[in-house]
């Protein structure tokens, strides 16, 4: 009942879209047919409803095992499709599940693990979660930053970032070293994500006359790229 449901809660949830005003950046670089993996931060419980209302598509969504706890979350999380994954300790079950949805679907993740309580898009530390799945399945990552907690009649902004595609080897699991280093990459990616968004949102890039000429990057971008060296992943991780 996965699909039929969730694309019912996505009716619903487009009801309320009026009371949530966001404004999507980056349309262009979602992923609407074949294997991905979206990674959201994850400010409040209205980001499941504003991802799957802003991005087309079916996909599945990761959430924790503590879900499970309340007979009704389970029930309604399950029908939507949600995969229950105990982050201390994954079954492999769960894992198998997950990678294959990932043969030639979509999930969401929230990687950070936990809702994030702060009121703006400064990730906490990353899970390793998402390199393993995106390690083993080869899938694409496309990053996707809410600019700030949801609230009602609150005009907020979505970011969705360039797919990233950072694993050297795949196919198979990560050693933990390779792990830990793709998830620096891609706290490093967020990191460069959030000085993006930033920027479009104060500057309203999306007005043509505060459009960026072809080539040019934002002061706070450069500023950023000059102080922050891109981590290495693979065999370069290695020799650091």
């Known amino acids: 009942m996965?699909?039929?449901?969730?694309?019912?809660?996505k009716f619903l949830y487009g009801l309320g879209r009026p009371f949530y005003p966001t404004k999507v950046i980056g349309?262009?670089?979602?992923?609407?047919?074949?294997?991905?993996i979206y990674a959201c931060n994850h400010l409040s419980a209205i980001d499941i409803p504003l991802t799957q209302v802003h991005i087309p598509g079916y996909r599945r969504y990761i959430g924790k095992v503590d879900f499970t706890e309340k007979k009704l979350s389970k029930f309604l999380l399950?029908?939507?499709g949600v995969i229950f994954i105990d982050r201390d300790k994954p079954a492999l079950s769960?894992?198998?599940?997950?990678?294959?949805?990932?043969?030639d679907g979509q999930i969401m993740i929230f990687p950070e693990g936990t809702r994030n309580k702060s009121d703006d898009c400064t990730m906490?530390?990353?899970?390793?979660g998402l390199a393993l799945f995106a390690a083993k399945s080869?899938?694409?990552?496309?990053?996707?930053?809410?600019?700030?907690r949801p609230k009602i009649f609150r005009k907020n902004y979505m970011y969705i970032g360039s797919p990233l595609d950072v694993v050297a080897v795949k196919g198979r699991l990560p050693s933990a070293a390779e792990a830990e280093a793709i998830t620096a990459r891609y706290a490093y990616e967020f990191a460069r994500l959030r000085v993006i968004l930033c920027d479009w949102v104060e500057n309203k890039r999306w007005k043509k006359k505060n459009r960026l000429k072809e080539g040019e990057v934002p002061p706070t971008l450069a500023a950023f790229d000059a102080e922050h060296p891109v981590p290495p992943v693979g065999e370069a991780a290695e020799r650091s």
């Open 2 to 9: 996965g699909k039929p449901f969730y694309y019912f809660s």
């Open 27 to 36: 349309r262009e670089n979602i992923i609407k047919d074949g294997k991905c």
């Open 78 to 80: 399950g029908k939507f």
């Open 94 to 103: 769960t894992m198998r599940e997950i990678f294959k949805v990932l043969e």
């Open 124 to 128: 906490r530390e990353i899970k390793t």
């Open 138 to 148: 080869g899938a694409p990552v496309v990053p996707v930053l809410i600019y700030r």
